[in-house]
Protein backbone atom coordinates (compact mmCIF):
# COMPACT_ATOMS: atom_id res chain seq x y z
CA UNK A 1 0.00 0.00 0.00
CA UNK A 2 3.01 2.40 -0.89
CA UNK A 3 0.79 4.99 -1.83
CA UNK A 4 -1.46 5.23 0.63
CA UNK A 5 1.11 4.83 3.31
CA UNK A 6 3.13 8.27 1.83
CA UNK A 7 -0.46 9.93 2.20
CA UNK A 8 -0.54 9.13 5.78
CA UNK A 9 2.97 10.38 6.20
CA UNK A 10 2.20 14.01 4.86
CA UNK A 11 0.13 16.80 7.26
CA UNK A 12 -2.27 17.70 3.80
CA UNK A 13 -5.67 15.85 3.70
CA UNK A 14 -4.97 13.92 0.58
CA UNK A 15 -7.30 15.55 -2.32
CA UNK A 16 -7.77 13.21 -4.66
CA UNK A 17 -9.80 10.35 -4.10
CA UNK A 18 -7.92 7.34 -4.90
CA UNK A 19 -9.17 3.55 -5.81
CA UNK A 20 -8.18 0.12 -3.92
CA UNK A 21 -9.17 -3.11 -4.62
CA UNK A 22 -12.15 -4.10 -6.88
CA UNK A 23 -15.78 -3.65 -7.02
CA UNK A 24 -17.73 -3.78 -3.92
CA UNK A 25 -14.22 -4.82 -1.68
CA UNK A 26 -12.76 -1.78 -2.75
CA UNK A 27 -12.05 1.10 -0.29
CA UNK A 28 -10.43 4.41 -0.63
CA UNK A 29 -9.09 7.82 0.66
CA UNK A 30 -11.81 9.95 1.56
CA UNK A 31 -11.67 13.70 1.71
CA UNK A 32 -12.50 15.19 4.88
CA UNK A 33 -14.36 18.03 2.89
CA UNK A 34 -16.10 15.19 1.45
CA UNK A 35 -16.85 13.66 4.63
CA UNK A 36 -17.80 16.94 6.35
CA UNK A 37 -20.58 17.25 2.98
CA UNK A 38 -21.56 13.35 3.53
CA UNK A 39 -22.28 13.75 7.25
CA UNK A 40 -24.19 17.57 7.13
CA UNK A 41 -21.06 18.67 8.70
CA UNK A 42 -21.39 16.22 11.33
CA UNK A 43 -24.35 17.33 12.75
CA UNK A 44 -25.81 15.49 15.80
CA UNK A 45 -28.77 14.75 13.84
CA UNK A 46 -26.61 11.99 11.38
CA UNK A 47 -25.13 10.85 14.76
CA UNK A 48 -25.43 7.04 15.31
CA UNK A 49 -23.35 6.96 18.74
CA UNK A 50 -20.60 6.88 20.39
CA UNK A 51 -17.87 4.77 21.64
CA UNK A 52 -14.47 4.43 23.07
CA UNK A 53 -12.90 5.62 20.49
CA UNK A 54 -14.98 8.46 18.94
CA UNK A 55 -18.58 9.61 17.00
CA UNK A 56 -19.70 7.48 14.43
CA UNK A 57 -22.64 9.70 12.19
CA UNK A 58 -24.43 8.60 9.50
CA UNK A 59 -23.51 10.09 5.57
CA UNK A 60 -24.04 9.41 2.04
CA UNK A 61 -21.44 10.15 -0.25
CA UNK A 62 -22.20 11.92 -3.90
CA UNK A 63 -22.44 8.72 -5.59
CA UNK A 64 -25.58 7.39 -3.56
CA UNK A 65 -23.65 5.18 -0.97
CA UNK A 66 -24.94 5.06 2.49
CA UNK A 67 -22.00 4.83 4.91
CA UNK A 68 -20.80 5.49 9.08
CA UNK A 69 -18.34 7.26 9.66
CA UNK A 70 -16.39 7.24 12.71
CA UNK A 71 -14.70 10.23 13.71
CA UNK A 72 -11.48 9.41 16.40
CA UNK A 73 -10.95 11.55 19.29
CA UNK A 74 -7.98 13.54 18.35
CA UNK A 75 -4.61 11.23 18.15
CA UNK A 76 -1.24 11.69 18.72
CA UNK A 77 0.76 12.42 15.42
CA UNK A 78 3.25 9.74 16.32
CA UNK A 79 0.78 7.67 15.75
CA UNK A 80 0.12 8.05 12.40
CA UNK A 81 2.30 5.36 10.88
CA UNK A 82 0.63 2.97 13.02
CA UNK A 83 -2.78 4.24 11.74
CA UNK A 84 -1.38 3.65 8.03
CA UNK A 85 0.10 0.07 9.05
CA UNK A 86 -3.54 -0.60 10.42
CA UNK A 87 -5.56 0.36 8.02
CA UNK A 88 -3.02 -1.59 5.13
CA UNK A 89 -4.09 -4.59 7.39
CA UNK A 90 -7.94 -4.23 7.96
CA UNK A 91 -8.12 -3.22 4.07
CA UNK A 92 -7.14 -6.46 3.24
CA UNK A 93 -9.41 -8.37 5.85
CA UNK A 94 -12.17 -9.95 3.72
CA UNK A 95 -14.66 -12.00 5.07
CA UNK A 96 -18.97 -11.91 5.21
CA UNK A 97 -18.98 -11.77 8.78
CA UNK A 98 -16.72 -9.05 9.41
CA UNK A 99 -17.18 -5.08 9.08
CA UNK A 100 -14.55 -4.13 6.48
CA UNK A 101 -12.76 -0.68 5.70
CA UNK A 102 -15.18 1.35 2.84
CA UNK A 103 -12.20 4.13 3.43
CA UNK A 104 -10.38 6.52 5.58
CA UNK A 105 -9.17 9.80 6.02
CA UNK A 106 -6.46 11.57 7.94
CA UNK A 107 -5.98 15.45 8.08
CA UNK A 108 -4.16 17.37 10.64
CA UNK A 109 -5.13 16.63 13.54
CA UNK A 110 -8.06 14.10 12.57
CA UNK A 111 -8.74 10.48 12.13
CA UNK A 112 -11.64 9.05 9.99
CA UNK A 113 -12.64 6.14 9.44
CA UNK A 114 -15.36 4.98 6.77
CA UNK A 115 -17.68 2.12 6.77
CA UNK A 116 -20.58 0.56 5.04
CA UNK A 117 -24.02 1.94 7.12
CA UNK A 118 -25.60 -0.80 8.32
CA UNK A 119 -28.98 -0.58 8.23
CA UNK A 120 -30.19 -2.79 11.24
CA UNK A 121 -27.35 -0.65 13.34
CA UNK A 122 -26.26 -3.21 16.05
CA UNK A 123 -27.43 -6.31 18.21
CA UNK A 124 -27.38 -4.40 21.25
CA UNK A 125 -30.02 -1.37 19.65
CA UNK A 126 -31.93 -5.24 19.18
CA UNK A 127 -31.26 -6.22 22.54
CA UNK A 128 -31.28 -3.76 24.77
CA UNK A 129 -31.56 -0.56 22.82
CA UNK A 130 -34.32 1.19 20.69
CA UNK A 131 -35.31 -1.66 18.63
CA UNK A 132 -36.08 -4.39 21.66
CA UNK A 133 -39.42 -3.68 21.95
CA UNK A 134 -40.13 -4.97 18.39
CA UNK A 135 -38.52 -8.21 18.99
CA UNK A 136 -37.00 -8.60 15.49
CA UNK A 137 -34.69 -11.08 16.52
CA UNK A 138 -36.40 -14.53 16.71
CA UNK A 139 -34.69 -17.58 17.86
CA UNK A 140 -33.40 -18.22 14.27
CA UNK A 141 -31.75 -15.55 13.93
CA UNK A 142 -30.19 -15.08 17.30
CA UNK A 143 -28.77 -18.52 16.10
CA UNK A 144 -27.66 -17.07 12.70
CA UNK A 145 -25.93 -14.45 14.47
CA UNK A 146 -24.44 -16.27 17.03
CA UNK A 147 -22.84 -18.72 14.34
CA UNK A 148 -22.01 -15.56 11.88
CA UNK A 149 -19.90 -13.75 14.28
CA UNK A 150 -18.22 -17.07 15.51
CA UNK A 151 -17.28 -17.22 12.03
CA UNK A 152 -15.75 -13.96 11.69
CA UNK A 153 -14.15 -14.66 14.60
CA UNK A 154 -12.61 -17.67 13.18
CA UNK A 155 -11.11 -15.57 10.43
CA UNK A 156 -9.51 -12.90 12.53
CA UNK A 157 -7.40 -15.86 14.98
CA UNK A 158 -6.82 -18.56 12.26
CA UNK A 159 -7.17 -17.10 8.86
CA UNK A 160 -6.02 -13.63 8.25
CA UNK A 161 -2.34 -13.14 8.77
CA UNK A 162 -0.87 -11.49 11.02
CA UNK A 163 -3.50 -12.96 12.84
CA UNK A 164 -5.77 -10.59 14.86
CA UNK A 165 -7.21 -10.79 18.13
CA UNK A 166 -10.14 -8.53 18.60
CA UNK A 167 -10.79 -7.82 22.78
CA UNK A 168 -13.44 -5.83 22.41
CA UNK A 169 -16.08 -8.61 21.17
CA UNK A 170 -19.57 -7.05 22.31
CA UNK A 171 -23.31 -6.82 21.34
CA UNK A 172 -22.83 -3.35 19.90
CA UNK A 173 -19.44 -4.75 17.97
CA UNK A 174 -22.01 -6.69 16.17
CA UNK A 175 -23.94 -4.89 13.55
CA UNK A 176 -26.79 -6.17 11.28
CA UNK A 177 -27.43 -5.74 7.79
CA UNK A 178 -30.80 -5.53 6.00
CA UNK A 179 -31.01 -9.08 6.42
CA UNK A 180 -30.09 -9.59 9.81
CA UNK A 181 -26.40 -11.51 8.61
CA UNK A 182 -24.06 -9.96 11.45
CA UNK A 183 -20.43 -8.16 11.02
CA UNK A 184 -18.30 -8.26 13.61
CA UNK A 185 -16.69 -4.37 13.89
CA UNK A 186 -14.11 -2.62 15.17
CA UNK A 187 -11.01 -5.41 15.29
CA UNK A 188 -7.42 -4.12 14.81
CA UNK A 189 -8.12 -0.07 15.58
CA UNK A 190 -7.85 -0.56 19.22
CA UNK A 191 -4.25 -0.78 19.62
CA UNK A 192 -3.84 2.57 17.73
CA UNK A 193 -5.41 4.38 21.06
CA UNK A 194 -4.01 5.41 23.06
CA UNK A 195 -0.29 6.36 21.58
CA UNK A 196 1.29 3.98 20.53
CA UNK A 197 1.01 -0.17 20.27
CA UNK A 198 4.26 -0.76 22.46
CA UNK A 199 2.42 -0.83 25.89
CA UNK A 200 -0.52 -3.06 25.48
CA UNK A 201 0.55 -6.26 27.34
CA UNK A 202 0.57 -3.66 30.56
CA UNK A 203 -3.15 -1.64 29.66
CA UNK A 204 -6.36 -3.06 29.23
CA UNK A 205 -9.30 -2.26 27.21
CA UNK A 206 -12.45 -3.34 26.78
CA UNK A 207 -15.80 -3.09 28.52
CA UNK A 208 -16.90 -4.38 32.00
CA UNK A 209 -18.77 -8.03 31.52
CA UNK A 210 -16.88 -9.10 28.22
CA UNK A 211 -13.39 -9.22 29.89
CA UNK A 212 -11.80 -12.48 30.43
CA UNK A 213 -10.46 -12.81 34.16
CA UNK A 214 -6.35 -13.14 33.17
CA UNK A 215 -7.03 -10.18 30.61
CA UNK A 216 -8.69 -7.98 33.28
CA UNK A 217 -6.52 -8.89 36.02
CA UNK A 218 -2.92 -9.52 34.12
CA UNK A 219 -3.55 -7.97 30.41
CA UNK A 220 -2.75 -10.93 29.05
CA UNK A 221 -4.12 -10.97 25.43
CA UNK A 222 -4.84 -14.14 23.70
CA UNK A 223 -7.37 -15.23 21.22
CA UNK A 224 -8.96 -17.15 24.03
CA UNK A 225 -9.56 -13.32 25.43
CA UNK A 226 -12.19 -13.11 22.41
CA UNK A 227 -13.35 -16.53 23.57
CA UNK A 228 -14.10 -15.41 26.85
CA UNK A 229 -16.63 -12.45 25.39
CA UNK A 230 -18.04 -14.61 22.63
CA UNK A 231 -19.05 -16.61 25.84
CA UNK A 232 -20.93 -13.74 27.54
CA UNK A 233 -22.33 -12.98 24.24
CA UNK A 234 -23.74 -16.09 23.57
CA UNK A 235 -25.49 -15.82 26.85
CA UNK A 236 -26.51 -12.72 26.16
CA UNK A 237 -28.63 -13.57 22.66
CA UNK A 238 -29.74 -16.34 24.51
CA UNK A 239 -31.10 -14.71 27.61
CA UNK A 240 -31.75 -11.14 26.25
CA UNK A 241 -29.98 -9.89 29.52
CA UNK A 242 -27.13 -7.67 29.64
CA UNK A 243 -23.87 -8.68 30.81
CA UNK A 244 -24.48 -6.13 34.09
CA UNK A 245 -27.40 -5.61 35.20
CA UNK A 246 -28.34 -3.20 38.03
CA UNK A 247 -30.14 -4.36 41.19
CA UNK A 248 -32.51 -2.44 43.29
CA UNK A 249 -30.21 -0.92 46.03
CA UNK A 250 -26.97 -0.31 43.49
CA UNK A 251 -25.96 -3.76 43.67
CA UNK A 252 -24.37 -5.24 40.13
CA UNK A 253 -24.98 -8.99 38.84
CA UNK A 254 -23.18 -10.23 36.14
CA UNK A 255 -24.99 -12.48 33.45
CA UNK A 256 -23.08 -15.63 34.54
CA UNK A 257 -23.70 -15.07 38.30
CA UNK A 258 -27.84 -15.38 36.94
CA UNK A 259 -27.76 -17.86 35.08
CA UNK A 260 -25.27 -20.20 37.48
CA UNK A 261 -27.87 -21.50 39.18
CA UNK A 262 -30.78 -21.99 36.30
CA UNK A 263 -27.95 -24.29 34.83
CA UNK A 264 -26.81 -26.33 37.31
CA UNK A 265 -30.70 -27.26 37.89
CA UNK A 266 -30.86 -27.68 34.09
CA UNK A 267 -33.90 -25.18 34.17
CA UNK A 268 -32.72 -24.33 30.37
CA UNK A 269 -36.45 -23.08 29.07
CA UNK A 270 -36.42 -20.47 31.99
CA UNK A 271 -32.57 -18.92 30.86
CA UNK A 272 -34.20 -18.16 27.51
CA UNK A 273 -35.57 -14.57 26.51
CA UNK A 274 -39.04 -14.53 27.81
CA UNK A 275 -39.34 -12.08 23.89
CA UNK A 276 -39.42 -15.03 22.13
CA UNK A 277 -42.35 -15.92 24.15
CA UNK A 278 -41.22 -20.10 24.00
CA UNK A 279 -40.70 -19.99 20.28
CA UNK A 280 -37.52 -21.90 20.07
CA UNK A 281 -36.12 -24.77 19.51
CA UNK A 282 -34.79 -26.18 23.32
CA UNK A 283 -31.81 -28.58 21.70
CA UNK A 284 -30.21 -25.41 20.24
CA UNK A 285 -30.51 -23.62 23.14
CA UNK A 286 -28.95 -26.57 25.75
CA UNK A 287 -26.27 -26.84 23.15
CA UNK A 288 -25.87 -22.94 22.53
CA UNK A 289 -25.54 -22.64 26.79
CA UNK A 290 -22.81 -25.23 26.69
CA UNK A 291 -20.85 -23.30 24.55
CA UNK A 292 -21.56 -20.06 26.48
CA UNK A 293 -20.24 -22.50 29.39
CA UNK A 294 -17.48 -24.17 27.94
CA UNK A 295 -16.21 -20.57 26.32
CA UNK A 296 -16.62 -18.64 29.69
CA UNK A 297 -14.31 -21.06 31.63
CA UNK A 298 -11.76 -19.20 34.31
CA UNK A 299 -8.60 -20.95 32.97
CA UNK A 300 -7.78 -19.74 29.40
CA UNK A 301 -6.37 -23.09 28.46
CA UNK A 302 -9.81 -25.23 28.81
CA UNK A 303 -11.68 -22.87 26.61
CA UNK A 304 -12.48 -24.04 23.12
CA UNK A 305 -11.24 -22.32 20.08
CA UNK A 306 -13.45 -20.82 17.68
CA UNK A 307 -12.87 -23.51 15.37
CA UNK A 308 -14.04 -25.49 17.57
CA UNK A 309 -17.07 -22.87 18.98
CA UNK A 310 -17.93 -22.85 14.97
CA UNK A 311 -18.42 -26.34 14.97
CA UNK A 312 -20.13 -26.72 18.57
CA UNK A 313 -22.80 -24.10 17.17
CA UNK A 314 -23.57 -25.79 14.15
CA UNK A 315 -24.39 -29.30 15.70
CA UNK A 316 -21.38 -31.33 14.18
CA UNK A 317 -21.07 -34.92 15.49
CA UNK A 318 -17.08 -34.40 15.41
CA UNK A 319 -17.10 -32.31 18.90
CA UNK A 320 -20.55 -33.09 20.08
CA UNK A 321 -18.40 -35.40 22.90
CA UNK A 322 -16.92 -32.36 24.28
CA UNK A 323 -20.22 -30.78 25.56
CA UNK A 324 -20.21 -31.97 28.89
CA UNK A 325 -19.92 -28.77 30.96
CA UNK A 326 -22.84 -28.59 32.77
CA UNK A 327 -22.05 -26.15 35.07
CA UNK A 328 -20.91 -22.50 33.90
CA UNK A 329 -17.92 -20.88 35.97
CA UNK A 330 -19.57 -17.56 37.39
CA UNK A 331 -17.32 -14.80 38.33
CA UNK A 332 -18.43 -11.35 40.49
CA UNK A 333 -16.62 -8.05 39.82
CA UNK A 334 -15.22 -6.54 42.46
CA UNK A 335 -16.59 -2.90 43.75
CA UNK A 336 -13.40 -1.34 42.72
CA UNK A 337 -13.63 -2.13 39.55
CA UNK A 338 -16.65 -1.61 39.25
CA UNK A 339 -16.89 2.02 40.22
CA UNK A 340 -14.62 2.35 37.39
CA UNK A 341 -17.00 1.57 34.49
CA UNK A 342 -18.90 3.99 33.17
CA UNK A 343 -22.15 3.55 31.36
CA UNK A 344 -21.79 4.25 27.40
CA UNK A 345 -24.59 6.34 25.27
CA UNK A 346 -25.81 2.73 24.50
CA UNK A 347 -27.41 2.34 27.54
CA UNK A 348 -30.65 3.83 26.54
CA UNK A 349 -32.93 2.79 29.72
CA UNK A 350 -30.11 5.24 31.76
CA UNK A 351 -30.22 2.53 34.13
CA UNK A 352 -27.41 0.53 33.33
CA UNK A 353 -23.66 0.07 34.15
CA UNK A 354 -22.17 -1.43 30.81
CA UNK A 355 -19.80 0.96 29.96
CA UNK A 356 -16.56 1.49 28.22
CA UNK A 357 -13.47 1.59 30.29
CA UNK A 358 -10.40 1.87 27.78
CA UNK A 359 -6.65 1.72 28.95
CA UNK A 360 -6.85 1.30 32.65
CA UNK A 361 -3.42 0.29 34.40
CA UNK A 362 -3.45 -3.46 35.13
CA UNK A 363 -1.34 -2.37 38.11
CA UNK A 364 -4.35 -0.89 39.67
CA UNK A 365 -6.88 -3.88 38.82
CA UNK A 366 -6.08 -6.14 41.20
CA UNK A 367 -8.22 -9.75 41.85
CA UNK A 368 -10.95 -7.81 39.60
CA UNK A 369 -12.63 -11.33 39.68
CA UNK A 370 -13.21 -13.86 42.74
CA UNK A 371 -14.91 -17.04 43.07
CA UNK A 372 -18.45 -17.12 43.64
CA UNK A 373 -18.99 -18.77 46.97
CA UNK A 374 -16.01 -19.63 48.22
CA UNK A 375 -14.17 -16.36 47.55
CA UNK A 376 -11.72 -17.77 46.01
CA UNK A 377 -8.78 -15.46 43.89
CA UNK A 378 -8.88 -16.69 40.20
N1 LIG B 1 -21.23 0.74 10.21
C1 LIG B 1 -22.17 1.08 11.09
N2 LIG B 1 -23.48 1.07 10.73
C2 LIG B 1 -24.44 1.39 11.63
N3 LIG B 1 -24.20 1.71 12.92
C3 LIG B 1 -22.93 1.73 13.33
C4 LIG B 1 -21.84 1.42 12.45
N4 LIG B 1 -20.68 1.50 13.15
C5 LIG B 1 -21.03 1.83 14.42
N5 LIG B 1 -22.36 1.97 14.54
C6 LIG B 1 -23.06 2.28 15.77
O1 LIG B 1 -22.52 3.47 16.33
C7 LIG B 1 -22.45 3.36 17.75
C8 LIG B 1 -21.08 3.71 18.25
O2 LIG B 1 -20.14 2.76 17.76
P1 LIG B 1 -18.67 2.66 18.33
O3 LIG B 1 -18.01 1.52 17.66
O4 LIG B 1 -18.01 3.99 18.23
O5 LIG B 1 -18.89 2.39 19.87
P2 LIG B 1 -19.12 1.08 20.69
O6 LIG B 1 -19.24 -0.10 19.75
O7 LIG B 1 -20.25 1.30 21.63
O8 LIG B 1 -17.81 0.95 21.54
P3 LIG B 1 -16.31 0.66 21.03
O9 LIG B 1 -15.66 1.99 20.93
O10 LIG B 1 -15.72 -0.19 22.09
O11 LIG B 1 -16.40 -0.03 19.70
C9 LIG B 1 -22.84 1.93 18.12
O12 LIG B 1 -24.16 1.93 18.60
C10 LIG B 1 -22.76 1.19 16.83
O13 LIG B 1 -23.69 0.17 16.80
MG1 LIG C 1 -17.89 -0.39 18.21
Redesign the pocket.
Known amino acids: MGSSCSCCGSEKVEEVPTSFGVANNSWRIFTYKELHAATNGFSDDYK???????S?YWGRTTDGLQI?V?KLKAMNSKAEMEFAVEVEVLGRVRHKNL?GLRGYCVGDDQRLIV????PN??L??HLHGQFAIEVQLNWQRRMNIAIGSAEGILYLHQEVTPHIIHR?IKA??V?LDSDFVPLV??FGFAKLIPEGVSHMTTRVKG?LGYLAPEYAMWGKVSESCDVYSFGILLLELVTGRKPIEKLPGGLKRTITEWAEPLITKGRFRDLVDPKLRGNFDENQVKQTINVAALCVQSEPEKRPNMKQVVNLLKGYEADQGKVTKMRIDSVKYNEELLALDQP?D?DYDGNSSYG?FSAIDVQKMNDPYYKRGDNKKI
Do not use: H, I, P
Not at 48 to 54: A, H, I, Q, R, S
Not at 115 to 118: G, L, R, V
Open positions: LGEGGFGVAKLYDYMLSLSDSNLADTSDV
